[in-house]
């Protein structure tokens, strides 16, 4: 079983910062891209930034310049550093891993999603 577990969503208020983090466990061989999305109420999910495993990044245009995606392959891990957040990154965020496990084939796997909240 694979499993990606999301971290550091919260309350924060225009301008501010947060940093989420999504660690991936179980039967992991490889990882090839992870990445972010989220989804506001009433709206589609939407792709956010994505990082391949070689360390190529991809980003909305809604978002470049103030976020930025990392990821750490020794601890199959993905962050997300979100700086000078408006109301409009308001969203469940989750987190999205191609991962390579026990019946040999990629697959796509998804995190439970945190809440990320931007007061004006």
């Known amino acids: 079983q694979v499993q990606l577990v999301e971290s550091g969503g919260g309350l924060v208020q225009a301008g501010g910062s947060l940093r989420l983090s999504c660690a991936a466990s179980g039967s992991i061989f490889s990882i090839n891209a992870m990445g972010w999305y989220r989804q506001a109420p009433g709206s589609q999910r939407e792709l956010v930034a994505t990082?391949?495993?070689?360390?190529?990044?991809n980003y909305a245009d809604s978002v470049k310049g103030r976020f930025t995606i990392s990821r750490d392959n020794a601890k199959n891990t993905v962050y997300l550093q979100m700086n000078s957040l408006k109301p409009e990154d308001t969203a469940v965020y989750y987190c999205?891993?191609?991962?390579?496990?026990?019946?040999?084939?990629?697959?796509?796997?998804w995190g439970q999603g945190t809440q990320v909240t931007v007061s004006s």
């Open positions: 990082i391949t495993s070689g360390g190529s990044t």
């Open positions: 999205n891993a191609n991962i390579l496990s026990r019946n040999w084939r990629y697959s796509d796997y």
